[in-house]
């Protein structure tokens, strides 16, 4: 069977764990009881990004487009975590954010692999290897979904984020930390 036909079988046979977990808690899910993480990797960075619609606002123009020669239109790097204001300046806009990583390897039956965001700022979609895995919007608390079954060897987590600057909000942009996370389950 062709590996985008395997990939389509797993995705329909998948169910997603989404779930929120206030920190250095214990939190029950549908089948087993969750506990901290068995192991956590940050995802610090580089991470690369591409602007889809902006950015739009203090390094702009009178119009509230950027400039043509601002380095923010151009693909780049940035190191994560950092919030938008950090990165680009008090902006809005859509931006996609992409980061590659491995599979973690040596993993027992009982093991899955979580992505987790501790803090959000503004709405994101979430997707490794093209397949959707949720969206936020606004989180403080850490917040993980479960892609044992969609890993391959080679990985590409996506997050297309949009952000709407205002003085009075909290940061934008994934300003906490990024992790992969292994969890035990009890079934």
Not at 21 to 46: C, D, F, I, N, Y
Not at 48 to 55: A, I, S, T, V
Not at 76 to 81: E, G, I, Q, T
Request: hydrophobic share 35%.
């Amino acid at each position: 069977m062709p590996s985008n036909q395997v990939a389509n079988t797993c995705l329909r046979n998948t169910s997603f764990e989404f779930v929120v977990v206030p920190k250095s808690t214990t939190h029950e899910t549908g089948l087993a009881m969750r506990h901290a993480p068995h192991h956590r990797m940050h995802l610090k960075g580089p991470w690369f990004y591409e602007w889809l619609d902006g950015p739009h606002g203090d390094n702009s123009n009178e119009d509230g487009d950027a400039t043509l020669d601002s380095p923010l239109l151009s693909d780049s790097r940035v190191r994560m975590p950092s919030s938008m204001n950090d990165s680009f300046g008090k902006v809005s806009g859509r931006v996609v954010f992409r980061r590659r990583f491995q599979r973690p390897t040596n993993l027992d039956d009982n093991e899955r692999v979580h992505i987790a965001f501790d803090g959000i700022g503004g709405r994101a979609d979430v997707a490794v290897n093209g397949h959707p895995l949720g969206s936020l919007e606004n989180n403080a608390e850490t917040v993980s979904f479960d892609m044992t079954d969609l890993l391959e060897p080679s990985n590409e987590l996506t997050v297309d984020l949009t952000i709407s600057w205002s003085d009075d909000q909290k940061p934008g942009g994934l300003y906490e930390s990024v992790a992969i996370e292994i969890h035990q389950v009890n079934e």
